[in-house]
């Protein structure tokens, strides 16, 4: 008999052509936009969780809700159908739920599987994808659909006296299944829209709600549902309806944003003006909602059907705006001596921002330094090969920039298919230097050195411009500033 070799006793890795990282919102919107273009490639999707929806699966806490329109948060390929323009998590959860079991997609998901690492060989031309357990996965494009903050850990500043506090102290990030604030007493720390989104969730039923801020953010009132929807759908089919509500919602944020960039006195006066419209007090609105910085310095925050002033009005809830000195075994002590007395203290604080859903890249076995290197058109790295990032906007709906991100990752994908070419690795630019995310706030000027620069020209440069990207993302030259590596034979 002829003779065979040696035979390597390990299973050879399963291997994809593109692998989708993370199965949230902007992953299944992903797998949507590559199952419809490429039919015939294989894909899959790696969730370190045991279920879908991402964001809207890990947070549980009490009134959760997008603060986007659901018009423009949900996927242009399926029209959101509810009343809600705000909509409570688990409604969202169950729509991302619905949307991968209808179109296929969740058989293609491998759940409770962490990526902890990915290598790209050149010789092979492919990425080697470590999990949590030690197996391995191939693919020949890695896109990580994981957001920009960490899932394993929420900000959490170092409170000083926190141990002597003898209520309980809770992150919303991981809320407490068995926490009953029903009569309690309840701080929230924070003033973001965590906290603008708690406060009124809980003060129904707590004995008071005080809203603890070391600085006042900007809030705006929007209807809870949209009347111009639910017209527009009893005079026209669904996805038209959809489609001219989406586009109303769109104009309506991106105008009201250039404004506030373009003349912020008027627009801080006019969000005072709402304000004291809400609260009937216009002394109670300058001590607690007149930020120090200009409006859209940091995200505004949306409260729906002015529920936050409705609560504040009843004497359910409050705002006090002082810095912590202690915890003290009752409560909060403030610099200026008062002690907000608390069962319940959430530490409504931020996220911890993570690049990547923190997975160690190597270039042949070179670490990538993510915050060293160039945004590529606000969705690849600066020489790493065939792998794109899906980050939202900041100044509107998440999903609007994923899915334009989706769709340019699908023309790059064509482009190589079609010309024979294999790999994708945009180059360096001459200049870089700001930084990815334009946001004052804390939690992102705390990530700064580990998220990509902007560069100081086209392609590298990430506006937060709707518009303009929905006119010429479709149009980008996919071979700028790109190198290519031609197919193997």
């Known amino acids: 008999m002829p003779a065979t070799g040696p035979q390597s006793s390990e299973p050879r890795a399963p291997h994809y052509d593109v692998l989708i990282v993370g199965a949230g919102l902007s992953g299944i919107g992903a797998a949507w936009r590559l199952r419809e273009a490429f039919p015939g490639k294989t894909l899959s999707i790696i969730e370190a969780r045991e279920a879908i929806g991402g964001t809207w699966d890990l947070f549980r806490y009490p009134g959760v809700r997008s603060d986007s329109d659901m018009f423009t948060l949900s996927y242009p390929f399926r029209p959101w159908t509810d009343t809600q323009s705000l909509a409570s998590g688990d409604k969202i959860r169950d729509y991302i739920q619905r949307t991968a079991d209808e179109s296929g997609i969740t058989r293609d998901i491998r759940f409770g599987s962490k990526v902890i690492a990915a290598d790209w060989s050149t010789p092979d031309a492919r990425w080697t994808v470590r999990l949590a357990d030690d197996s391995t996965l191939t693919c020949d494009f890695l896109y990580a659909c994981t957001g920009y903050y960490s899932y394993d850990s929420g900000y959490q500043p170092d409170f000083p006296g926190l141990g002597s506090f003898k209520g309980r102290l809770v992150h919303p990030q991981f809320w407490p299944a068995d926490l009953d604030h029903t009569g309690k007493r309840v701080v929230v720390i924070g003033s973001g829209a965590t906290a603008v989104t708690l406060v009124p969730a809980m003060a129904p039923t707590a004995a008071h709600v005080t809203m603890l801020q070391r600085s006042p953010s900007y809030l705006t009132s929007l209807p809870a549902r949209d009347v111009v929807a639910g017209t527009l759908r009893r005079l026209l089919p669904a996805r038209a309806a959809s489609t001219l509500t989406r586009a109303k919602n769109v104009l309506l944020t991106q105008g009201f944003y250039q404004l506030a960039r373009r003349r912020p006195q008027r627009v801080r ?191 590298w440069l990430v506006r937060q411009n709707y518009l303009r990207d929905l006119i010429t993302s479709p149009r980008a030259d996919v071979t700028r500033d790109m190198t290519f590596q031609e197919a193997r034979s």
């Open 269 to 459: 006066s006019m969000l005072r003006k709402l304000a004291i419209r809400g609260l009937g007090d216009e002394a109670y609105v300058d001590e607690h909602f007149k930020p120090r910085y200009d409006p859209w310095d940091q995200r505004l925050c949306v409260i729906p059907g002015g529920d936050l002033w409705e609560e504040i009005r009843a004497g359910r809830a409050s705002v006090v705006t002082d810095h912590i000195d202690t915890f003290v075994p009752s409560g909060v002590r403030l610099r200026s001596g008062r002690v907000l007395e608390a069962d319940i203290v959430v530490s409504a604080t931020g996220l911890t921002l993570l690049p990547i859903g923190g997975i160690d890249l190597t270039v042949d076995g070179d670490p990538v330094k993510i915050g060293e290197r160039a945004a590529y058109r606000g969705l690849m790295l600066s020489g790493v090969p065939n792998l794109a990032y899906c980050i939202g906007y900041t100044n509107a709906s998440w999903t609007l920039r994923a899915d334009l991100s989706h769709r340019y990752v699908v023309r790059l994908l064509r482009h190589l298919d079609r010309r024979g070419l294999a790999v994708a690795t945009p180059t360096t630019p001459g200049g870089q230097g700001r930084p990815l995310l334009d946001l004052s706030s804390g939690y992102v000027q705390r990530a700064l050195d580990v998220f990509p620069r902007q560069g100081d020209r086209d392609p």
